[in-house]
Nanobody, 123 residues
Framework: QVQLVESGGGSVQAGGSLRLSCAAS????????MGWFRQAPGKEREGVAG????????YYADSVKGRFTISQDKAKNTVYLQMNSLKPEDTAMYYC????????????????WGQGTQVTVSS
């Protein structure tokens, strides 16, 4: 089992920044990929960014490229999502996710989910 605990959400004006954190605990050796998904009201959950925790390879959704950065602190088993130049359309519940490999994580194959943290961007 892997437990994921997110933090760092909140409300910000357009153009602002937020940093989300996801601390993993438990059998983390079973999850070689971690990432962030988001779901806005009335919309499907979508992948935002992911990272291979072994080698550091990353991916980003086109909608966030150049604005969001995913990173990790291996010593703390923590993954971060730095979100800059936020837009109102970034408003959503953000979920941390863990899976066996990055290639399937980005396709939505997730073994563990966090509880979610709300991000609200006002215009």
């Amino acid at each position: 089992q892997v437990q994921l605990v997110e933090s760092g959400g909140g409300s910000v004006q357009a153009g602002g920044s937020l940093r989300l954190s996801c601390a993993a605990s438990g059998d983390t050796y079973m999850s070689n990929a971690m990432g962030w998904f988001r779901q806005a009201p009335g919309k499907e959950r979508e992948g935002v960014a992911g990272i291979d925790t072994r080698g550091g390879v990353t991916y980003y959704a086109d909608s966030v490229k150049g604005r969001f950065t995913i990173s990790q602190d291996k010593a703390k088993n923590t993954v971060y999502l730095q979100m800059n130049s936020l837009k109102p359309e970034d408003t959503a519940m953000y979920y941390c996710a863990a899976g066996p490999v990055l290639s399937t994580l980005r396709s939505g194959v997730v073994n563990y989910w966090g509880q979610g943290t709300q991000v609200t961007v006002s215009s």
